[in-house]
Nanobody, 128 residues
Framework: QVHLRESGENSAQAGGSLTLSCEAS????????MGWFRQAPGKEREGIAT????????TYADSMKGRFTISRDTAKHTVYLQIISLQSEDSGVYYC?????????????????????WGQGTQVTVSS
């Protein structure tokens, strides 16, 4: 079974930037799509961005376009999430997830239902 491990800076100043990493224990059918999600205190988990590991396609949730960048290192089975111009509202638990690609259309959506493997999450705190 594939396991995901998130790592990266846990705290940063508003206006700054940080990068999170997510390493998959192996490449498998279930990791054709990988993505980042976050859950702010008192809010539901929301999708940020996804990346198709077998191609070049990246997808961003509409509310996340502009300050977030997802990228990958296929050889390392690792995806990254860079966040710039940090805001206090970016604080929360960030989760990495993996799932099989959809057939037809966009293979990797930002809805959580598609993703079957989840990391434990990493807390990010942005201070002003």
């Amino acid at each position: 079974q594939v396991h995901l491990r998130e790592s990266g800076e846990n705290s940063a100043q508003a206006g700054g930037s940080l990068t999170l990493s997510c390493e998959a224990s192996a490449a498998a059918f279930g990791t054709q799509c990988m993505g980042w999600f976050r859950q702010a205190p008192g809010k539901e988990r929301e999708g940020i961005a996804t990346i198709y590991m077998l191609g070049e396609r990246t997808t961003y949730a509409d509310s996340m376009k502009g300050r977030f960048t997802i990228s990958r290192d296929t050889a390392k089975h690792t995806v990254y999430l860079q966040i710039i111009s940090l805001q206090s509202e970016d604080s929360g638990v960030y989760y990495c997830a993996a799932g099989p690609a959809l057939i037809g259309g966009n293979p990797c959506l930002t809805g959580a239902r598609q993703y079957t493997v989840w990391g434990q999450g990493t807390q990010v705190t942005v201070s002003s």
